[in-house]
Structures are given as C-alpha cells and as structure tokens.
C-alpha cells in the first residue's frame, strides 16, 4: 500500500512526523508538506509564483506553498503510480463543525479527493498525545481498506488529546457548528499605524449528542465523512418553482 502524507502545520511539525512513522509499519510512506506553517490555507493554489520541492535528510519532502499546493504537486510529479490513499495530519489543533471550511488539513485531504483519491485528515484535539492520534489513523485506515476505499471518500477525524488507554472509542458524527468567530483585535504598532488580528474562533452552538464536538468532549474519536458537493439540494428545488431562465 502507498500512501500520501501530507498536512498544514508544516514539514517540521511534530504532528507529521508521528503520523508517517505510525504508518510506515503498514505502508509505503510518501511525506510531502508546505515548508512553513499554513493553518487556515484552506484549498488555496500558488498561481503566481513557481513552486519548489525540496527533500530533506529524514526524507521527506517541502514545498514553497499551500497544502493544496503540496499535495497536487506530489501526486502528479512525485509518483509513478498514485498513492492508494491521502492522508492529512496529525493536525495540532481541533478541525470540529465550521472548522472545516478554513483548516488547511482537511483541504489536504479534499485535493486527494478532488484527483480521484479516497482522503482522510487526522486532527489531535490539543497538542500531547500525537501517539494517540497516530493510533487512531492506523485504526480508521483498516476500517476503510476493511469496507473498500472508494476515491469519494473524505473523512475527517478528530482525536481527543488524552492518553491511549483513557480514549473510549470511536463515534461515527456530523459537523456541529460554532457560533460568529470573536471580534478582530486592534493594534497599534511602533509606527503607530492600525494591526489587525483575526479573533479567536467562536464558542460551540450546535453541539448535540450526534455531533463531533459532543463526541470529543465525551472522550471519544470523532469520524465525520464529508461530501464536497456545496450545492444547497432544497434551496435548488425551491428557485426552480419561481425563475424563469431567460
């Protein structure tokens, strides 16, 4: 089996490397990551500047851009048959609910998704117990090759920040949701010109029994299959009783 690791906290961050070496028991192991920290990429693409690649002495490879960027480029570039599957992580740091929509690990994942590969991204609730996480991707990978991994497949999973043995297993979820992210904090720099930084996310709204922050506050792995299909079926359904194309 090949699989593609990739992630966005950067080459170097110690989430990464527990995940390539956990996997590189059962697989060949590609690692291929942007050279900086990208947290918040999203699914950006450098188009305006080339991008590098760069193996380092324990092997693996940097590139000069975004997750997306990272993970497309070693797909089409790096491999002579493409990996069985992409895996993203293990992310420092909580990818629950909106999350998504901004985390640079999950988009890791989606660009697999986008060439046709099945896809997971791996994120640890904190910043401990990557032994834990790495565990789990092990875990969730058998279940996926057990069931067929299927190129529509993107899994996004979360892993309490606790020791082993005081996880209690894994809970199947949907995305919950958090409310309006805080406001912006204003700064002044020793010029005295106006800084500005992004507030903290927002706190929990939608937080069921059903949901993956319920899941990890109760100390369980949270595992939410995700669709990029962002088309809104009902409100499609709604338009077309009330436009007129013209």
Do not use: C
């Amino acid at each position: 089996m090949q699989i593609l690791v990739s992630n966005d906290d950067g080459v170097f961050a110690p989430g990464i490397a527990a995940l390539s070496n956990a996997l590189a028991d059962i697989a060949h192991v590609v690692t291929v990551a942007p050279e900086r920290n990208h947290s918040g990429a999203s699914n950006s693409l450098t188009l305006e500047s080339p991008l590098r690649l760069r193996q380092l002495d324990n092997g693996f490879y940097s590139v000069n851009g975004t997750p997306t960027d990272s993970v497309h480029l070693a797909i089409n570039e790096l491999f002579e048959q493409e990996p069985d599957i992409v895996i993203a992580g293990i992310n420092e740091g909580a990818n629950l609910g909106d999350d998504v929509i901004y985390s640079g690990t999950v988009a890791a994942a989606t660009e697999g998704r986008f060439l046709g590969l099945p896809a997971m991204a791996i994120s640890l609730v904190g910043d401990k117990h990557y032994d834990s996480a790495a565990h789990y991707a092990k875990v969730v990978l058998s279940k996926l090759q057990q069931f067929g991994l299927s190129g529509a497949q993107v899994l996004n999973v979360n892993v309490p920040d606790l020791p082993l043995n005081e996880i209690k297993g894994i809970k199947l979820t949907r995305l919950g949701s958090r409310h309006r992210a805080e406001p912006i904090v204003k700064q002044i720099d020793p010029r005295g010109k106006s800084i500005f930084w992004i507030g903290p996310p927002g706190k929990t709204q939608d937080a069921g029994p059903d949901t993956d922050f319920y899941a990890i506050a109760n100390g369980y792995v949270s595992v939410t299959p995700l669709t990029i299909d962002l088309t809104h079926q009902d409100a499609l359904a709604n338009m077309n009783q009330g436009w007129e194309l013209s």
